[in-house]
Each structure stands twice: as C-alpha cells, then as structure tokens.
C-alpha cells in the first residue's frame, strides 16, 4: 500500500494567489483529514469528511479556505486568496471504518510570500 | 469537552537512558487514547493505541504506555532511548470510534550522545 499521498510536498507561491493542496487516501478507508501545523498553534484540524460529506468543518480558519471530497480517492484543500500567515505544513490524514487510528500523509509544506 | 495536555514542551535525555513522557486528558469516560511520533520533516506514525483491556500497552520501536484511569494519565515509556528516537511526540484522545482525535501540543525529544 502506498500510504497517503498528497502533492505538492513544498509550493511556495505569492500572497493573493490561489493554493490546491491535493490528497489521495488510502484505499477502503471512509475518513478523511485535513491539519494544519505551525511551531505556534501546533497541530490544528481543519475540517473532515466521512464517506465524502463533511462533518465538521469548525476548524477552517476563515472563507478563504475551502475543501472538497468529490470522490472516495481525493481531496483538495485551496485557499484563496493566500496570505503569509497561511504558511504551514498542511497534513492529509485517512482511517479506516474499523478503528479510530489515523494514517498521515507525508505533508505539504506552504510557503506564502 | 476533550482535552489534552503535554505539560513538557522539550525533553532532553541520554542516549541509553529511560524515558517517560506525560500525558493528561480531560474525559469523562474512558476515551481511545493514542501516541504518535513526527520525525524531522514526516508526517505522523502511530506508536501505540489504547481502546480497553490490559492498561499496559506496547508499541513500536520498544515504546510502551500505561492507561492510569485514576489519574487521567497515559504515560509514554521507553526503558533505553537510542539517537533515532529524538522526535517529537503526541499525545491524543478520542471519545469513540468514529470521532475526531484530539491532538495534545507535543512533547520534543532531544537526544544527548
């Protein structure tokens, strides 16, 4: 199994620019994850999705951040417009129906200008 | 509501030495509790879980934690430490199968030759 898998590993963009950070899961697993680490608020959840529905979205800082889970083998998560506070490391996790454990991703790491 | 706390921020041992990193949480009832380990630049991996049955539980790498329900600990152990263990590590509760896991602000391990 390849794991989680997110692309990019590192963007480094302009502020005002549209972000697409993008997310397979692994295969069979029904949640999804997407978290936010910053040495100053640490590891944050943003929002997640069971069975491609959100439910709970409380995390998501602001309008500027949106995420989409069309099918069982995708996400985005896009922020537009960036701004420098927005430079993270952005994490994709997925867990299975079966167990409460959560597989992570290997990140992306943002970088607004 | 859930909480977790990590009230050491930094830790720093000698390679050899034992270790036993603290985790508290805020819960009624007895939650899924969880260990996990970010290495420099990784996503997070799971080191060991627990849901219920044997308070003792082991983990990967030689790690090993124990559930004390009456004092709301779930303390992380590790007899001998070896330089690849320098990381940092988080603690993390859930209050059943199919929630979202609370993520304590980690605990850094540094490693002195």
């Known amino acids: 199994d390849a794991g989680v898998i997110q692309s990019p590993r590192h963007e480094v963009t302009e502020m005002g620019q549209e972000v697409t950070l993008r997310c397979k899961p692994i295969?069979?697993?029904?949640?999804l994850f997407w978290y936010r680490q910053t040495m100053m608020r640490g590891l944050e959840l943003l929002i997640y999705?069971?069975?491609?529905?959100?439910?709970?979205d409380s995390g998501m800082p602001e309008d500027r951040f949106s995420a989409k889970m069309p099918n069982a083998s995708f996400s985005t998560l896009k922020i537009q417009p960036s701004e420098p506070r927005d430079s993270a490391v952005y994490f994709c996790?997925?867990?299975?129906?079966?167990?409460?454990?959560?597989?992570f991703g290997p990140g992306t790491r943002l970088t607004v200008l | 509501a859930q909480s977790v706390t990590q009230p050491d921020i930094h830790i720093t041992v000698s390679e050899g030495a034992s270790l036993e990193l603290r985790c508290n949480y805020s819960?009624?009832?007895?939650?899924?509790l969880f260990w996990y380990v970010q290495s420099p630049g990784q996503g997070l991996q799971l080191l060991l879980k627990?849901?219920?049955?044997?308070?003792l539980v082991q983990g990967i790498k030689g790690f090993e934690a124990e559930f004390k329900r009456s004092q709301s600990s779930f303390n992380l152990r590790k007899p001998s430490v070896h330089w690849s263990d320098a990381a940092e590590y988080f603690c993390?509760?859930?209050?059943?199968?199919?929630?979202?896991?609370?993520f304590g602000k980690g605990t850094r391990l540094h490693i002195l030759p």
């Open positions: 996790a997925s867990r299975p129906g079966t167990t409460n454990e959560q597989f």
């Open positions: 295969s069979g697993h029904n949640s």
């Open positions: 627990y849901f219920s049955g044997d308070t």
């Open positions: 993390a509760v859930a209050p059943n199968r199919d929630d979202k896991i609370i």
């Open positions: 819960y009624g009832a007895t939650p899924y």
């Open positions: 999705f069971n069975n491609n529905v959100p439910i709970d």
